[in-house]
């Protein structure tokens, strides 16, 4: 089946969450965007406020919920609604992800202060989380894996070791992005859907293998807890985006002007407040996305805000083609950390991205556009584009 774009948004159908374009051309995340303009809202917050009293303590020395949290994204606008919405005392907890920008580390001391809340910080060995580095580059193509396996099981472990129930997040990304489910379905966090999206399928043993030089020690701290653990303590981990019409551009300008939360420019994507803690998410970590998928952050952005009426499409294509093409900044940085050279950096790298010159091919032949010229996203320094520039075409079409 030919690859198809939405025509309200610049999704495709391809995209790596599952996407549905109906018989109009939008995509399933436009139709459930729709929600926000058509639910009851006040009746909607006031189901949240139901939920949570149970888990409310009388004991000032207890915590009634953990809230996960960093440096940037949603954290202050998430924290701000659980302590001086809901009214509720929350533990917050984060994973050190090793990637920490100064502005990060600010704004996450900025959230202590602001709330006068606790917090838990998680810091695995790092050379553990290199090892599972080199094992995840090669078996996925990805480095970011350990960062996104910590900071979605670090709060439910410490659910269940501090008997804290409830966990509370911010948005869901396949509701939020591609239209999943429904706001109304008040999904809720699992297991599964940890697995299957956000780790690609592949639990922390499953990592193990005879092939490979990782050991029980470092992979022990990424599991989720077992399901007798888990009833006990009776753990369940709500969405706010299921009650509460969520916008993270009014937000963060909320939150600046509330709390003091500082932004930044980025390198790949026009967005000032999203990952702004993380060296590599917005840099690195987004190129190696739009080789295997032929998007980045960009495209998301691009894609929230025409949504949310804020741009045209038209702009939402200028954006991206102003920032999709820019090549990574920090690599080299993250190969000194991870004591990798660049030749075995592309070594590793090519063999997943060689899908994406076959997924090229395929588009060709179907005469369907490709979000960008495919002779930009490649860069002219790395040996990686000495050796894959006879493999894929350049294509001069942009966004339908």
Not at 232 to 244: A, K, P, Q, W
Request: glycine residues 6%; charged residues 25%; hydrophobic residues 35%.
């Amino acid at each position: 089946m030919a690859v198809q774009t939405c025509r309200r948004c610049l999704y495709r159908s391809d995209h790596p969450l599952g996407l549905v374009i109906d018989a109009d051309g939008i995509c399933s995340g436009c139709r459930i965007h729709e929600e926000k303009d058509q639910l009851d809202w006040n009746g909607r917050w006031e189901e949240l406020k139901q939920i949570v009293a149970p888990y409310r303590t009388r004991d000032s020395r207890n915590h009634d919920c953990i809230v996960p949290v960093s440096g940037a994204g949603d954290s202050h606008f998430i924290v701000h609604t659980v302590v001086n919405q809901l009214k509720l005392k929350p533990l917050l907890v984060t994973h050190n992800r090793y990637y920490n920008t100064p502005l990060g580390i600010r704004n996450l001391a900025n959230l202590r202060r602001k709330f006068d809340v606790d917090i838990l910080i998680q810091n695995i060995n790092p050379n553990s989380v290199k090892a599972i580095i080199r094992t995840t580059l090669r078996r996925l193509g990805s480095f970011h894996w350990p960062a996104i396996a910590g900071q979605t099981v670090f709060p439910v472990q410490t659910a269940v070791s501090h008997k804290i129930p409830l966990i509370i997040w911010g948005a869901h990304q396949g509701l939020e992005q591609v239209g999943m489910f429904s706001h109304l379905h008040n999904v809720e966090m699992t297991r599964r859907y940890r697995k299957d999206h956000d780790l690609m399928g592949m639990e922390a043993d499953d990592l193990l293998s005879i092939f490979d030089n990782l050991r029980e020690e470092d992979i022990w701290q990424y599991r989720y807890p077992n399901w007798n653990d888990l009833n006990s303590v009776g753990v369940r981990g709500i969405y706010l985006g299921n009650y509460m019409r969520w916008d993270p551009l009014a937000q963060h300008h909320e939150m600046v002007k509330l709390f003091d939360y500082e932004s930044a420019k980025q390198n790949r994507t026009f967005d000032t407040y999203d990952h702004i803690d993380d060296w590599h998410y917005a840099d690195t970590h987004d190129w190696i996305k739009t080789l295997k998928h032929g998007y980045g952050k960009a495209v998301d952005h691009a894609c929230r805000e025409i949504r949310h009426g804020r741009i045209s499409r038209e702009e939402g294509i200028q954006l991206v083609k102003k920032y999709q093409a820019r090549q990574p900044k920090k690599q080299g940085m993250l190969l000194e950390w991870l004591e990798l050279d660049e030749t075995g950096w592309d070594f590793v790298f090519k063999q997943h991205t060689q899908n994406f010159c076959e997924h090229i091919n395929e588009i060709i032949k179907n005469e369907t556009p490709l979000p960008l010229k495919t002779s930009i996203i490649f860069s002219t320094n790395s040996s990686l584009e000495r050796n894959r520039k006879a493999s894929c075409i350049t294509i001069g079409k942009g966004y339908p």
